[in-house]
Structure formats: structure tokens, C-alpha cells
């Protein structure tokens, strides 16, 4: 699997599945969630509406992954997945790897090639941009059978694109 970092809006990527930092009431809100659902049009909220009156009617748990339609967005698939909020206290990166292992793993069960990520929990959940990278690199590589060939990491400005290049040339992991 291929690791690219570009700068720019994850709604105009065109790739099979696009990632979603959504919460966990699958029902839209700010930053990309917001920007998804805005995009994407109301096909993709009245999926999400689907799945909480099913499978996730107390809402989808943090570190888990579904799949709903992409809209009116370039791609054909939007996985949804909710990040932890940051704790000094507590340890939660096993989570937030989750969010990208599970993802990682609905792609390939879709049939998906290629996949665009955010940097998930970075915003207002608050986790360091740094450890975020971290964390993401860790969790793509959590499923190292995948039949994903690309994985496109879309960061939001130039300095987070920066602080992730840097990671990724320090990691194990290679591109």
C-alpha cells in the first residue's frame, strides 16, 4: 500500500472511498464532517439516518467504521468513522489507530483501491498533530493484508503537511 500526503479539500478527491472524521451521531457537523455532508448532498444523511434507526441507534462508536454512499461526491463510497477526543490523562491511541485500521479494513471489504483519509481527531477533538501522524501511520499498517493499493492522506494547510512529512520520513513506514 502506497502512503501519499497532499494539502488540500478531501470533499474534491477523486478516489473510491473518502474518510470521514464524523461523530458519532452519523448525522453531520463541522469540519469535515461538515464539508462531507455538504458536498456529498442529502443522500449520504439519509444513510446515516438508515443506519441509526438500525444497527447504531445510540451512534456509531468511537474507533468503529461503516460505509454509506458518497452523493454528489467524486468518490463512491464515504466511510465514517469517529475519533477519540484527546486526554492528557488517559491513553487513547489505541482508538484513534482503530479508526484507521477499521476503515482501512470496510475500504477493502467495498472493493475500494484507493482511499483519502483526514488526519482524524487533529481538530477540535484536539490530539497533537504530530502523534496524530503518528497514530495514523500505525493504524493503516495495524492491516497489512489489504488489498487498498493507495491510501491518500489530505491535510488541511501546509503546516500540518509539513509535520506529517516529517513523521513519515522519520517512520518505518514507507510510501
Avoid at 45 to 65: I, K, T
Avoid at 95 to 109: F, I
Wanted: proline residues 4%; contains cysteine; hydrophobic residues 45%.
Amino acid at each position: 500500500m502506497r502512503i501519499e500526503l497532499v494539502t488540500g479539500d478531501i470533499t474534491a478527491e477523486q478516489v473510491d472511498a473518502i474518510v470521514n472524521a464524523a461523530n458519532s451521531s452519523l448525522l453531520g457537523g463541522g469540519g469535515v464532517d461538515g464539508a462531507i455532508h455538504r458536498k456529498g448532498g442529502p443522500a449520504i444523511l439519509e444513510e446515516c439516518r438508515a443506519l441509526r434507526a438500525s444497527r447504531y441507534g445510540r451512534g456509531l462508536p468511537v474507533g468503529q467504521a461503516v460505509a454509506t454512499t458518497a452523493g454528489r461526491l467524486c468518490a463512491r463510497w464515504v466511510i465514517h468513522t469517529v475519533g477519540p477526543v484527546f486526554s492528557a490523562d488517559e491513553d487513547r491511541s489505541p482508538l484513534l489507530r482503530g479508526c484507521y485500521a477499521r476503515s482501512l479494513a470496510v475500504a477493502e471489504g467495498l472493493g475500494a483501491r484507493t482511499v483519502a483519509f483526514p488526519l482524524i481527531s487533529s481538530g477540535v477533538y484536539r490530539w497533537p498533530k504530530e502523534d496524530a501522524v503518528v497514530q495514523a501511520l500505525a493504524g493503516l499498517h495495524d492491516e497489512p493484508a489489504t488489498t487498498v493499493e493507495q491510501v491518500r492522506m489530505v491535510l488541511f494547510d501546509a503546516d500540518t503537511h509539513a509535520v506529517a512529512e516529517r513523521v513519515l520520513r522519520a517512520s518505518e513506514y514507507t510510501r
